[in-house]
């Protein structure tokens, strides 16, 4: 089957070159005890056969100094794409995407709303001061991943979704719903996002496990998901080393959950939806 992980980090062996700048102030547990560099990362990558990876930036790592993945992407173009978290309220923060597109191995943007060093989110990716950047990046075809937590913040991820219609929006861990609490109840609550056809969802581990630990039950969330999106609309993430197993353990974990789906479903969901989301990765095999 061809795999493409969306969503996993590396962290740098050399502090000098690419020194940490954590959001919040503070790294997260996971960057400090089980790093991973690229070269760890292509490793892991064979041994679970995953032949392209999206390098998200270790933003509680290195904030908004998007060196090391771009640097990454550049070295390795055949195996990594680069997604660098931005600051859409910096000044001329439209231009700025811009340059970075355009100029480097940058192949998409994260918004970094909340998280283990950043406990507390608010509107401001959808204040008016965002504007400019969210209309470069419907200009300039970028995915955007945005991290968020469905719930307080699920009203400002709507208006820039009706707002600017042009943009591709990659909803980080599906917006961490709480499947533990009932996948049913999830489910619902994540499918009524369906018609915004410009939102995608990333299926990571943060997702998969209550999935898993909910066993039958799991079904209720993921039929109400993938009829109102589509499989076209979902793609996996590993999340490593955030996720504390190994990379073919959050493969067959993601292959496990999603048994019940169709191959073809299956198929999307592991790399077609990828592949469409960040056109440089190309075909299978190309």
Known sequence: MDIIDTHC???????????WSPIGGKASAWATSRPVTTEDMAAHMDEAGIL???LVQATTAYGYNNSYVLDSAAAHPERFLAVGTFDPLADAAADRLARAVRGTSLAGVRLFTSGSTVP???EWFAAPETYP???AAGELDVTVCLQLRLGAATGQLVDV?????GVRVLLDHIGY?????????AGKEVAQLAGHPNLHLKLTHRNLEPLHAAGEEAIEFLAPVVDAFGAGRI???SNLPAAEQSLPELVDLARTVLAPLPATAQQEIFAGTARRLYSSLGRPGS
């Open 133 to 135: 950047f969210w209309r």
């Open 52 to 54: 392209q990876s999206v």
């Open 235 to 237: 793609a996996w993430g």
């Open 9 to 19: 980090h590396v962290i740098a062996g050399d502090q000098e070159r690419y020194p």
């Open 161 to 165: 979704l009706e707002r600017f219609p």
């Open 120 to 122: 507390t989110q608010g």
């Open 177 to 185: 719903p709480d499947i533990a609490s009932g996948p049913a109840r």
